[in-house]
Nanobody
Framework: QVLTVASGGGLVQAGASLRLSCVVS????????AGWFRQASEKGPEFVAG????????DYNDSAKGRFTISRDNAKNTVYLQMNHLRPDDTAVYYC??????????????????WGQGTQVTVSS
């Protein structure tokens, strides 16, 4: 059974940084790609960033590109999302998950499993 626990969210001012962490239990973490998604209040979920199984390939949505960095440490079963220059429109619950079939990331939520509870990020102006 896979257990996903995201942490590191909080309330910050615009321009600040946060580093989110996501620990994914189980032996398959290092085999598959991982991704971060977010869901703002009254909006649908959206892809933020994805990373390949070995950390070599990454993908970002346009909003995250240049401000966020996704990384992973397979020895710790952890994927990170470093978020810099945060803006109020980054406010959302952030979720991470493991791709269930591929070593390369995708932008589709249906490709990921075992989401966990997410972590709230709130950016004030």
């Amino acid at each position: 059974q896979v257990l996903t626990v995201a942490s590191g969210g909080g309330l910050v001012q615009a321009g600040a940084s946060l580093r989110l962490s996501c620990v994914v239990s189980g032996p398959v973490f290092s085999i598959y790609a991982a991704g971060w998604f977010r869901q703002a209040s009254e909006k649908g979920p959206e892809f933020v960033a994805g990373i390949s199984w070995d950390g070599v390939n990454t993908d970002y949505n346009d909003s995250a590109k240049g401000r966020f960095t996704i990384s992973r440490d397979n020895a710790k079963n952890t994927v990170y999302l470093q978020m810099n220059h945060l803006r109020p429109d980054d406010t959302a619950v952030y979720y991470c998950a493991l791709h269930h079939t591929s070593r390369q990331p995708s932008r589709y939520m249906a490709d990921y499993l075992d989401w966990g509870q997410g972590t709230q990020v709130t950016v004030s102006s």
